[in-house]
């Protein structure tokens, strides 16, 4: 193991430093009835845009923008660069807890080193930590990113840490704005201005080869493991589709409740450092969620559940961690594993959704939808290398081959005793292609 990098750059002494001394992708601002996107030379635009008016929210992170198709987005598949790890700090849903006893917790949290000073602190109704990026991080590492963000949330669960609020494409209160649901300005202030590496947060963090630990790397880098990484890359592709399952759904999960409650319990268990933390994510999805049809769950099925599967998923953890975390589904090992994509289809009826919202999930589809995406991004990606479709190119060299048949057509009225070779010659083609525009013509 070796020790971290001490040296740094680009000191922040502003709270736009943390979303704009990047210039890869571009920053969502929004009051949700109107949405702007901001590069790296628009800092005056956005402080004068904001500063002052009401409910201001800004993206953690950049995105990709088609100006050229005007096509602007914040959904996950969009997302260019990850900028920040944020925590939104509800303490006013802890009885008798203020804002400045939530902050001085903070405080206290980072002298005895159980998280790292956050960067930025805003303060308003609630509370909100940003932890900055230094040169930004790939989309690629948004499993890390979420899996940070999980651990911090749940060392912060006590001060009223929303465990709800971890998505990568999620936006924040823009600081100096007003919080409409009490008139106060959104106050900020520079904590600590020293950017991290992802690796110097996840020191902070359980080993990812570990199930359940409070033991943190003790600020040495460690290397991640690649079937860690699969597992995990994996695992957070599927907890986002739950969380977007509820949304398409509204939160009617009727007929599929419990079973619901256990499939998340488990994929969140393989995040989370304590069962203590588990019961506050799934207490959080318990009270977004209902049925029509099922008795009302009472709370020791819930946690009954709820300890269930995350007793299944420590089993499951530990059974394939001498492999490398590769999960043969193969074996009949009597060993409790995650769901096939294809159960879960099936199970939650996503199959009998239009395909335009099958096409939103990522982990849980058919193999008719995940071709469907394949062929979609295979285009995309074709597209932005300048490849035209192929209905353009055909119509294209139509119109090309149309204009040198009237071309010929010209030159035979002109002189109709020209040679092939001399045609090839004036219409820039060969000989061999002369014999096929004069048959057209």
């Given at each position: 193991?070796?020790?971290?990098?001490?040296?740094?750059?680009?000191?922040?002494?502003?709270?736009?430093?943390?979303?704009?001394?990047?210039?890869?992708?571009?920053?969502?601002?929004?009051?949700?009835?109107?949405?702007?996107?901001?590069?790296?030379?628009?800092?005056?635009?956005?402080?004068?845009?904001?500063?002052?008016?009401?409910?201001?929210?800004?993206?953690?992170?950049?995105?990709?923008?088609?100006?050229?198709?005007?096509?602007?987005?914040?959904?996950?598949?969009?997302?260019?660069?990850?900028r920040n790890i944020a925590v939104d700090i509800d303490q006013y849903n802890i009885p008798n807890l203020s804002k400045e006893e939530a902050i001085e917790e903070v405080q206290h949290l980072t002298a005895r080193g159980v998280i790292p000073r956050p960067n930025l602190i805003n303060s308003s109704n609630g509370v909100q930590l940003f932890y900055n990026i230094e040169g930004g991080a790939s989309p690629k590492m948004a499993w890390l990113a979420s899996y940070i963000t999980d651990q911090f949330i749940g060392k912060m669960k006590h001060i009223g840490a929303d465990p709800v609020a971890k998505d990568m494409s999620r936006v924040m209160r823009v600081p100096n704005t007003i919080n409409s649901?009490?008139?106060?300005?959104?106050?900020?202030?520079?904590?600590?201005?020293?950017?991290?590496?992802?690796?110097?947060?996840?020191?902070?963090?359980?080993?990812?080869?570990?199930?359940?630990?409070?033991?943190?790397?003790?600020?040495?880098?460690?290397?991640?493991?690649?079937?860690?990484?699969?597992?995990?890359?994996?695992?957070?592709?599927?907890?986002?589709?739950?969380?977007?399952?509820?949304?398409?759904?509204?939160?009617?999960?009727?007929?599929?409740?419990?079973?619901?409650?256990?499939?998340?319990?488990?994929?969140?268990?393989?995040?989370?450092?304590?069962?203590?933390?588990?019961?506050?994510?799934?207490?959080?999805?318990?009270?977004?969620?209902?049925?029509?049809?099922?008795?009302?769950?009472?709370?020791?099925?819930?946690?009954?559940?709820?300890?269930?599967?995350?007793?299944?998923?420590?089993?499951?953890?530990?059974?394939?961690?001498?492999?490398?975390?590769?999960?043969?589904?193969?074996?009949?090992?009597?060993?409790?594993?995650?769901?096939?994509?294809?159960?879960?289809?099936?199970?939650?009826?996503?199959?009998?959704?239009?395909?335009?919202?099958?096409?939103?999930?990522?982990?849980?589809?058919?193999?008719?939808?995940?071709?469907?995406?394949?062929?979609?991004?295979?285009?995309?990606?074709?597209?932005?290398?300048?490849?035209?479709?192929?209905?353009?190119?055909?119509?294209?060299?139509?119109?090309?081959?149309?204009?040198?048949?009237?071309?010929?057509?010209?030159?035979?009225?002109?002189?109709?005793?020209?040679?092939?070779?001399?045609?090839?010659?004036?219409?820039?083609?060969?000989?061999?292609?002369?014999?096929?525009?004069?048959?057209?013509?």
């Open positions: 193991m070796s020790a971290i990098r001490k040296t740094k750059h680009d000191y922040l002494t502003d709270w736009h430093d943390l979303w704009f001394q990047e210039k890869t992708g571009y920053i969502a601002v929004t009051d949700f009835q109107q949405t702007r996107f901001y590069g790296a030379n628009d800092v005056p635009r956005v402080i004068a845009n904001t500063r002052g008016q009401t409910d201001q929210y800004i993206s953690i992170n950049a995105f990709n923008v088609d100006w050229k198709n005007k096509k602007f987005s914040r959904r996950r598949e969009d997302l260019k660069q990850i649901k009490n008139n106060a300005i959104v106050d900020a202030y520079i904590y600590n201005d020293m950017p991290f590496t992802l690796d110097e947060l996840r020191t902070y963090c359980k080993p990812l080869d570990e199930f359940r630990s409070r033991r943190l790397l003790r600020n040495e880098y460690v290397a991640i493991p690649f079937g860690t990484e699969m597992m995990n890359r994996t695992n957070y592709a599927r907890l986002a589709d739950l969380e977007h399952f509820i949304e398409v759904r509204h939160g009617d999960l009727t007929g599929m409740r419990n079973t619901f409650i256990y499939v998340y319990s488990f994929h969140q268990s393989l995040v989370e450092s304590t069962q203590a933390n588990l019961f506050h994510k799934l207490e959080s999805v318990r009270n977004r969620i209902y049925s029509k049809t099922d008795a009302p769950m009472s709370d020791r099925e819930f946690y009954d559940t709820v300890k269930r599967a995350n007793y299944d998923a420590g089993e499951f953890f530990e059974h394939i961690k001498p492999n490398g975390f590769k999960i043969d589904y193969v074996e009949n090992d009597g060993i409790k594993k995650p769901y096939k994509s294809e159960n879960l289809v099936k199970m939650f009826g996503i199959d009998d959704m239009p395909d335009s919202v099958q096409m939103e999930f990522r982990s849980i589809v058919t193999d008719r939808i995940r071709n469907e995406k394949d062929k979609a991004r295979n285009e995309a990606y074709r597209r932005s290398k300048g490849v035209q479709p192929m209905e353009t190119y055909q119509q294209e060299r139509k119109t090309r081959q149309q204009a040198k048949i009237d071309e010929l057509r010209a030159l035979i009225a002109i002189n109709p005793n020209m040679t092939k070779s001399d045609m090839a010659k004036e219409l820039g083609v060969t000989r061999k292609h002369i014999y096929t525009l004069i048959k057209k013509v």
